[in-house]
């Protein structure tokens, strides 16, 4: 669980390298009609690395997610990477909690996005960077579609990597 072995280490490498490709490019983002004026899917290499490789490879592909968006927060580097960081380990502690299941999966998918979301925009109003009413219609647009984008995408992809890639 803890250990990162070489499949482990590279499996976080070609996640982030992912999270890297979604973050720097027009991939990573869904046009949405509200402040952010984009929804993300940046977050979902880092809930695949925390079920299939533990919570240590979900914590480095959000730390390498965080790297390559920090020019998005304001200097806020707290709000950039202590959400990130966290993604894949709530993913990977609720699908434990689920018995390592296909809902699991999905549980974990829902996990993982809900702390993007609410830990960034969170945090964003806490350090005082925006109020609530702005985040509120973030939250709920973006928020709603980051988790039902989450919770299609990710069980089939965990499934295929299942079968194809042996992480331990």
């Known amino acids: 669980m803890w250990r990162l072995s070489w499949r482990k280490f590279?499996?976080?490498?070609?996640?982030?390298?992912?999270?890297g490709v979604l973050a720097l490019t027009p991939l990573g983002l869904i046009p949405v009609p509200n402040l952010s004026t984009y929804a993300t899917t940046m977050h979902i290499p880092a809930i695949?690395?925390?079920?299939?490789?533990?919570?240590?490879?979900?914590a480095l592909v959000g730390c390498i997610l965080a790297f390559f968006t920090m020019h998005l927060f304001m200097g806020?580097?707290?709000?950039c990477f202590l959400p990130r960081?966290?993604?894949?380990?709530?993913?990977y502690?609720?699908?434990?909690?689920?018995?390592?299941?296909?809902?699991?999966?999905?549980i974990g998918s829902l996990g993982g996005t809900f702390t993007?979301?609410?830990g960034v925009l969170g945090l964003m109003v806490l350090m005082k960077y925006f109020t609530w009413e702005q985040v509120l219609p973030i939250?709920?647009?973006n928020g709603i579609l980051e988790l039902i984008i989450a919770a299609i995408i990710v069980l089939p992809i965990v499934r295929v990597l299942r079968k194809v890639v042996k992480v331990d």
């Open 10 to 19: 590279l499996l976080a490498g070609v996640l982030g390298a992912i999270s």
């Open 48 to 58: 695949i690395g925390g079920i299939m490789g533990g919570p240590v490879v979900g």
């Open 76 to 79: 806020n580097l707290v709000a």
């Open 85 to 91: 960081i966290a993604i894949g380990v709530v993913a």
């Open 93 to 106: 502690l609720l699908w434990v909690t689920m018995k390592r299941s296909e809902l699991g999966i999905v």
């Open 116 to 118: 993007n979301t609410v």
């Open 139 to 141: 939250f709920l647009l």
